[in-house]
């Protein structure tokens, strides 16, 4: 996984570069906010937790994510929709160590589907556009 600064969410593809390109589907893009992986890492007793530890596409912060269940919202120029919530897999044991699955359960951020093209750069807003889908 690389940090990068800006991202491309193609609705035919997902996010271009992601080793996972997923088509139109419910799981294109995921996202996690920073103040979870700071709450991640306290559960576990260490200093940080990396974004790219959790392999989501883009980290957040000073919004929370969960409010956002069904509605689309604009990050940058391209638009998506939530698809639900990103619940921890196996490999976070593998990855985080002992207890690494229980310390993302509630905390892994939100799924979303691109509903518009469009680039997204760090620092750009996320904006929710509607109350429902």
């Known amino acids: 996984m690389l940090a990068i600064e800006t991202a491309n969410l193609d609705v035919e593809r997902?996010?271009?570069g992601d080793r996972y390109l997923r088509p139109a589907g419910s799981?294109?893009?995921?996202?996690?906010?920073?103040?979870?992986?700071?709450?991640?890492?306290s559960h576990l007793g260490c200093d940080e937790?990396?974004?790219?530890?959790?392999?989501?596409n883009i980290v957040t912060r000073g919004?929370?994510?969960v409010a956002l269940k069904e509605k689309r919202f604009r990050v940058g120029c391209a638009i998506l929709e939530t698809t639900g919530?990103?619940?921890p897999c196996s490999r976070m044991e593998e990855i985080l160590g002992v207890g690494g699955y229980n310390a993302v359960r509630g905390l892994g951020g939100i799924t979303a589907?691109?509903?518009?093209s469009g680039s997204a750069d760090v620092g750009d807003d996320l904006v929710a556009l509607t109350s429902d889908i």
Do not use: F, K, S, W
């Open 14 to 16: 997902g996010v271009i």
């Open 27 to 41: 799981r294109q893009v995921t996202l996690i906010q920073a103040e979870h992986l700071a709450a991640i890492a």
């Open 49 to 56: 937790i990396l974004p790219v530890d959790l392999r989501r």
């Open 63 to 65: 919004i929370n994510l």
């Open 85 to 87: 919530e990103c619940h």
């Open 113 to 116: 589907r691109i509903i518009q």
